[in-house]
Structure formats: structure tokens, C-alpha cells
């Protein structure tokens, strides 16, 4: 299913560096979830947007989601090689029930 | 911290034969979900389940699969007649009463051979 689609696919940074994620909804969103993921394990919650507009931040990581409940980003100040790993995100769509539908994720390596 | 934990860890198992994976969800939690990740394709969902019925399912979730909840702690998912393209990772998730927010468990590798 294409609901969500999250660009880049992955991304190679070096440490220090800013990098932004993106993920794009064809619908509108009652939610907006991050999750990171360690290669093969399970996932960790980030963050959570729901309201148009709203800005979120934990430590150096600070999530958007636009007014239009579409779109939301994922920024990471000063990477550290602790950044490194999956980061999926994940939302729930008007009109598909409670579950959560995911994107496809970016693949972040940070380069010390 | 209150974590989903999953049993086990990684599970091999024969084409054709019927395995259980099982989860332990975040103790005040009442809605339960079971996503799946085949390698390197997208976390989809599989079920999802409210005071110990099922709420939702998806159109993966055909007949070789049931969950339930046999007793207070645990919710299991069972695979029967296992395939090859049932190879996947399968996560456990759960979400308290009035927040939005799943937590995920660390997942099952399910190896079909």
C-alpha cells in the first residue's frame, strides 16, 4: 500500500551533521507516529503528533506535522552514531480503523 | 519501565507445521495488536484485539490465523499450516485506555524452512 510514503529511503551522514526525514500522507491523519528500529529488532516510540501545526522535541530530535495533518518531518540536530538506525513512521488514517499504517522507513548511518 | 515482551525470541519451524508466538502486553493495557515484517518490506497490520475479542483484522489475517487471549497476561498469535512466505518478523504491540501510543515488543523471527 502506498498511504505513506517516507523519503529518503536512507541516508549517510556525517557525525555532527543535520539531517531531515520526511513522511507523506495521500489522507488525512488523526495521528502521526516516529518510531526508530534497530536492524532486526523491535520498535521504539519516538514521538507523537496530532494536532495540525504541532512541534514536538526529545533531545536533539524534533518532529512536525503540517497544518494540513499530511505531512510531518523528522529532524536530528548534531547527529551522533547513536542516531543510527531505522526510523519508521507510522499513522493512523481517517477512516482505517485503529491500526497503524507504516511508512517504509529511512536507513540512517552516521559516519564518525 | 513497563515493556511488551514477546516469546520466543526466534522461532524455526517446519513448512506445514502450527506455531504459537506469544506476548506478555504492557500490564494496564487493554488494546492488542500483532503487526508482521517480511524482510525488507513495510511493518503491516495483522489484528487487533479489545477486551478479549477481535476488533479488527486485516486481509493477511485469513484462516491459518487466530489470536486470543487464554488468560489475563498473555495474547498469542497461532499460525497454522505454516508456509515459506510466512517467514517474517512478528511484532506484539499494546496501548492503554485513552492514548493513541502502541508499544511495540522486540518481535518473533519466524524462520519457515
Known amino acids: 500500500s502506498q498511504e505513506l510514503e517516507q523519503s529518503p529511503q536512507s541516508l549517510i551522514v556525517q557525525e555532527g551533521k543535520n539531517l531531515t526525514i520526511n513522511c507523506t500522507s495521500s489522507k488525512t491523519l488523526y495521528g502521526l507516529y516516529w518510531y526508530k528500529q534497530k536492524y532486526g529488532e523491535g520498535l521504539i516510540f519516538l514521538m507523537m503528533l496530532q494536532k495540525g501545526g504541532e512541534e514536538k522535541s526529545h533531545e536533539k530530535i524534533t518532529a512536525k506535522l503540517d497544518e494540513k495533518k499530511q505531512q510531518s518531518s523528522l529532524h536530528i540536530t548534531a547527529s551522533q552514531p547513536s542516531h543510527a538506525g531505522i526510523y519508521l513512521c507510522?499513522?493512523?488514517?481517517?477512516?482505517?480503523?485503529?491500526?497503524?499504517?507504516f511508512g517504509a522507513g529511512t536507513i540512517l548511518r552516521v559516519k564518525s | 519501565e513497563p515493556e511488551v515482551t514477546q516469546t520466543p525470541s526466534h522461532q524455526v519451524t517446519q513448512m506445514g507445521q502450527e506455531v504459537i508466538l506469544r506476548c506478555v502486553p504492557i500490564?494496564?493495557?487493554?488494546?492488542f495488536y500483532w503487526y508482521r515484517q517480511i524482510l525488507g518490506q513495510k511493518v503491516e497490520f495483522l489484528v487487533s484485539f479489545y477486551n478479549n475479542e477481535i476488533s479488527e483484522k486485516s486481509e493477511i489475517f485469513d484462516d491459518q490465523f487466530s489470536a486470543e487471549r487464554p488468560d489475563g497476561s498473555n495474547f498469542t498469535l497461532k499460525i497454522r499450516s505454516t508456509k515459506l512466505e510466512d517467514s517474517a518478523m512478528y511484532f506484539c504491540?499494546?496501548?492503554?485506555?485513552?492514548?493513541?501510543?502502541?508499544?511495540f515488543g522486540a518481535g518473533t523471527r519466524l524462520s519457515v524452512l
Open positions: 504491540a499494546s496501548r492503554r485506555q485513552g492514548s493513541n501510543i502502541q508499544y
Open positions: 507510522g499513522a493512523d488514517i481517517v477512516g482505517y480503523g485503529n491500526k497503524l499504517v
Open positions: 500490564s494496564n493495557h487493554l488494546y
